[in-house]
Each structure stands twice: as structure tokens, then as C-alpha cells.
């Protein structure tokens, strides 16, 4: 079971792609919703903002098509898993592990852009005390070695 800050990581990231994925503006609603139930509505405007620029960073430069679950699922996808644990090896300083599921993620070498918007998200995040648990970084490494898909 992920903590708090693993899952806001998981469903921002769900439905900030969904939203641009689909042009329903509903899908970030949900995203607002938890944020601001999360952290207070003052402390979500940075966040979105955020959220919005690595989403997009990853949706731009993604080699292929990210897969989510929809908003409403419990678990996480692949696709899902290695955002999160991104946002964690970020926050943990854990280059490898940061650079190998931006990859896995992106389906590219041209990363460059996503780890910025990841790496300001997870600074953004560490300022509003959603600090990932250490142990997520090793979460997309998981998939990565087996190439298992998530539950929804």
C-alpha cells in the first residue's frame, strides 16, 4: 500500500494526463480535489502548476502513448508506478534510478525535459511536506526488470 504522497503523485499524474489526453477538463478537477483536500487550497496552486508543466513534458516528449488507469482505480499501471517512483528518486537524490525510469517511462533517450518538470515537481512537493518514501524509488525498477503491468 503507497503512503499519501505516493498516491497524490499517482493520481496527479493520472488525471493530469487523462485530461490532456481526452480534453476533459473534469479529469483535472479530480486532480484539484486531492491536492487541495491533500495540502489546503493555498499550498495546491503551486503544485498544480507543477504538475501540469512535468505532465505535459512527458506527454511531449514520450516516444510512446503513457497508459493510465482511470481516475477512479485503486491500484497503479506501469506507466503510472515509474512517474512515482521518478518524483521519489528525484526527491532522494537517486540519479540512476531517476534517469532509468524516465526512460522506461518516456520510451526515449530525450529525457532531458520531463526530469526538469520532475525534478520541480518533487522540489514543489518536498516544500508542501509530501516527501515519497525512500522505497518507491525501487517501485519502477520492479517493473522495469519484469515488465509486469499494475492491477486496476
Known amino acids: 500500500m503507497l503512503s499519501a504522497p505516493e498516491r497524490l503523485v499517482g493520481v496527479g499524474f493520472r488525471c493530469w494526463l487523462a485530461g ?3 480534453s476533459d477538463i ?3 478537477e479530480v486532480a484539484w480535489q486531492e491536492y487541495s483536500k491533500a495540502v489546503g487550497p ?3 496552486k503551486p503544485l498544480m502548476t507543477e504538475l501540469a508543466c512535468w505532465v505535459r513534458a512527458v506527454q ?10 482511470p481516475a477512479q482505480c485503486r491500484e497503479f499501471c506501469r506507466d503510472e508506478c515509474l512517474a512515482i ?3 521519489a528518486a528525484c526527491q532522494h537524490s537517486a ?12 520510451g526515449s533517450d530525450e529525457i532531458d525535459e520531463a526530469m526538469e ?6 522540489m514543489s512537493l518536498k516544500a508542501a511536506n ?17 515488465g509486469v503491468q499494475g492491477h486496476g
Open 95 to 106: 540519479c540512476p534510478a531517476f534517469r532509468a525510469c524516465a526512460v522506461a517511462l518516456l
Open 130 to 146: 509530501q516527501i515519497l518514501s525512500p522505497a518507491t524509488v525501487f517501485m519502477g525498477a520492479g517493473f522495469m526488470a519484469q
Open 117 to 122: 518538470g520532475a525534478e520541480d515537481f518533487a
Open 60 to 69: 511531449d516528449t514520450a516516444e510512446r502513448r503513457i497508459k493510465v488507469y
Open 42 to 44: 493555498q499550498a495546491a
Open 26 to 28: 473534469g479529469c483535472w
Open 85 to 87: 517512483s521518478m518524483v
Open 20 to 22: 490532456f489526453q481526452t
